[in-house]
Nanobody, 115 residues
Framework: QVRLVESGGGLVQPGGSLALSCGAS????????MAWYRQAPGKERELVAR???????NYADSVKGRFTISRDNAKSTVYLQMNSLKPEDTAVYYC?????????WGQGTQVTVSS
């Protein structure tokens, strides 16, 4: 059973930074593409960033240059470093992976950007 557990959310002022972590178990982490999604109130869930097993990354246009996704295969953990945060980044952030065609989600972690 694949399990994803996020941590690191919280309240931050505009312009501030937060770092999210997602620990994975029940899978061969090193071969998985990992991704961060977010869902703001009243909006659809959207892809924020993705990193392949080889380390290739892609980002939503809205976060390019501000967010960085990375992974540590030895720790089965994927990270999302978020800098220059804006109020519109406020959302629940979810970790995602897929294995044998089945998608798995973490429970989500709230990020609130507000003064």
């Amino acid at each position: 059973q694949v399990r994803l557990v996020e941590s690191g959310g919280g309240l931050v002022q505009p312009g501030g930074s937060l770092a999210l972590s997602c620990g994975a178990s029940g899978t061969i982490f090193s071969i998985n593409t990992m991704a961060w999604y977010r869902q703001a109130p009243g909006k659809e869930r959207e892809l924020v960033a993705r990193i392949t097993s080889g380390g290739s990354t892609n980002y939503a246009d809205s976060v390019k240059g501000r967010f960085t996704i990375s992974r540590d295969n030895a720790k089965s953990t994927v990270y999302l470093q978020m800098n220059s945060l804006k109020p519109e980044d406020t959302a629940v952030y979810y970790c995602h992976t897929a294995l044998r065609g089945i998608g798995y989600w973490g429970q989500g972690t709230q990020v609130t950007v507000s003064s």
